[in-house]
Each structure stands twice: as structure tokens, then as C-alpha cells.
């Protein structure tokens, strides 16, 4: 329970961390719209999965499925890497979820991958905005996350990033397919790269490791590490013809 604390702690935006410790105090965790949407989804995550788990059997009792959940699903979420438990194991919706996770509940200015909390509100805010406006079409509604109106061009950026995001993994995925691999490990090992989550499922669950892989689907994983942890547009930028330009 010590280490998922951690891990949560560094899943949090490292300046609300100085918010907190110059003001002596919690309340800056809970004005933060990003901390409080990434405390809320895991702790409705954990309870769920553990409950999940408890009445399909996988643990025979309901604090042990807690606290096997708890941890490996927090590491997985906030792309530690770490697990004590082999989860590929688990009835697949629980895996699947953790992995799903791992794209969306890190902070933005944290130590975890994927899209970042930040981004999914933004983008849960433009949908409801959209629905409103077709309902609405006179309405003039400014984008508002914790307060905070954010800028349409901001809004276009989050959507060209999530874009390339998905784009990029659904391209490597085909890569990996066409190289031989089954889909799901193609799936769960390009997921789990692009956000630097470590282990997946299948070939490259947790009871095993990347070494199966051949030398090709390797250095496709390793482009999607470096894709992931870059975030995409700091990469795809160099392939720009407008960059090559004086």
C-alpha cells in the first residue's frame, strides 16, 4: 500500500505538488480538476475490479481482491510497470480495463504516459459543448476545465494530438500483425509501449517479457516507446518536409 501511494503521487501533476507543500496543506490536490477526475477514476476502478474479480472467484475473499487489485492495477494505470500478481489471468474485461487506463490517468507534468487526464477532460468537455450546440445552435458556451477557460486553438491541439495518438497505435499494431504476431499480443504490447506501461498481455503478459519477441517487432515496440514518451508530435515533426527547409 506504501509503493501505490507513491505511484499515485507521481501520477499527479509535480506542480501541484509544490502547490501543496508551499501552502502547507492538501487543498491545492483538491482544487485541481486533473488530480481529483485521476483520484476518482482509480479508486472507482479499484473497487469495481476487486468486486468483479471477488464474484467471478478469482480471490476467495474480498480484501485480498482488493488489495491484489489496488496495487496492480494503480501500476498499470500509472505506468509504473510493476505487478505482483500474474493479472493476465484474471477474466480478460480486468486486464483489458488496466490497460485502457493506461492511456488516460496520468497528470500531465507527471512521470506516467499515455494522453494524459488533462487532455481526456478537455476533450469529454468538447463533446458535451458539441451536444449542447446541436441542441442549442445560437449558444455561445466558452470550454471550461476546473475553472479555467481553455482556448479553442488549445481544444484543436488536444484533438490533432489524440488523432496521432490513435493513428500511431493502430499503424504499429498492423505492423506488428503483419509480422506474425497474435492480436492480442500485437494490441497489449503497442498499448503498453506508446505509454510506457510495461508488461501487456498475451506473449508479453506478466508471467513473461518482451525477450520473445523477434529482433523486428523489438525495434517496432522501441518506436513506440520513444513515440509515447516524446508525445508524438516531437517525432512525427522530424518527418515534416517544412523542417527540413532553411
Not at 125 to 142: D, I, S, T
Not at 169 to 195: E, H, R, W
Request: hydrophobic share 50%; with cysteine.
Amino acid at each position: 500500500m506504501v509503493l501505490t501511494v507513491f505511484q499515485i503521487l507521481a501520477a499527479l501533476n509535480f506542480a501541484t505538488h509544490y502547490l501543496a507543500w508551499t501552502q502547507r496543506g492538501v487543498l491545492a490536490y483538491f482544487r485541481d480538476a486533473e488530480a481529483k477526475a485521476i483520484l476518482g477514476v482509480l479508486v472507482a476502478s479499484c473497487i469495481g475490479i476487486s468486486l468483479f474479480l471477488y464474484f467471478k472467484g478469482t480471490y476467495a475473499d474480498f480484501p485480498t481482491s482488493l488489495r491484489h487489485t489496488t496495487f496492480n492495477l494503480v501500476s498499470i494505470a500509472v505506468d509504473s510497470g510493476l505487478h505482483t500478481q500474474d493479472y493476465s489471468r484474471w477474466p480478460i474485461f480486468a486486464p483489458m480495463w488496466m490497460m485502457f487506463l493506461s492511456c488516460l490517468v496520468a497528470s500531465s507534468g507527471s512521470t506516467g504516459g499515455g494522453i494524459k487526464m488533462i487532455r481526456t477532460l478537455v476533450l469529454a468537455k468538447q463533446a458535451h459543448r458539441e451536444l449542447n450546440q446541436l441542441v442549442h445552435p445560437n449558444m455561445v458556451r466558452p470550454l471550461k476545465v476546473g475553472g479555467t477557460v481553455i482556448a479553442n486553438r488549445v481544444v484543436f491541439a488536444v484533438l490533432a494530438f489524440v488523432f496521432l495518438y490513435f493513428m500511431s497505435i493502430v499503424t504499429l499494431i498492423f505492423v506488428q500483425l503483419a509480422s506474425g504476431l497474435d492480436f492480442m499480443t500485437s494490441l497489449s504490447s503497442i498499448i503498453a509501449c506508446i505509454n510506457n506501461a510495461g508488461p501487456g498481455l498475451g506473449l508479453v503478459g506478466p508471467g513473461s517479457n518482451y525477450g520473445v519477441l523477434s529482433d523486428f517487432q523489438t525495434w517496432v515496440c522501441s518506436a513506440a516507446m520513444l513515440l509515447g514518451r516524446l508525445e508524438v508530435f516531437t517525432i512525427l515533426v522530424l518527418f515534416t518536409p517544412t523542417l527540413w527547409r532553411k
